[in-house]
């Protein structure tokens, strides 16, 4: 699957600033670049929250691991 496409409505405007000389601000390239910004700040710290919870129980499971091991091995 390879980068998403672009929204027309971000380009279009892109284009038409740059045919009157103007320059786009710096807001709106950090949202054509995460298009959940404009979902606003819910949608952004859900998946911030799904992530660190994802890394978290990654790191529970590898840290238990060996604990398992060695409840197994004397039951």
Same mark, same amino acid.
């Given at each position: 699957?390879?980068?998403?496409? %672009?929204?027309?409505?971000?380009q279009?405007?892109?284009?038409m600033l740059k045919e009157?000389?103007?320059? #786009?601000? *710096?807001?709106?390239?950090?949202v054509n670049?995460? %298009?959940?910004?404009?979902l606003?700040?819910g949608?952004n710290s859900?998946?911030e929250?799904?992530?660190? #919870?994802? *890394?978290?129980?990654?790191?529970?499971a590898i840290?238990f691991i060996?604990?398992?091991?060695?409840y197994?091995?004397?039951?």
């Amino acid at each position: 699957m390879g980068p998403p496409k %672009p929204e027309f409505n971000a380009q279009l405007r892109i284009a038409m600033l740059k045919e009157l000389g103007l320059k #786009l601000p *710096k807001t709106e390239k950090k949202v054509n670049k995460n %298009p959940f910004l404009l979902l606003g700040y819910g949608v952004n710290s859900y998946f911030e929250i799904l992530e660190q #919870l994802m *890394k978290m129980f990654a790191f529970v499971a590898i840290f238990f691991i060996p604990v398992m091991a060695i409840y197994k091995s004397n039951h």
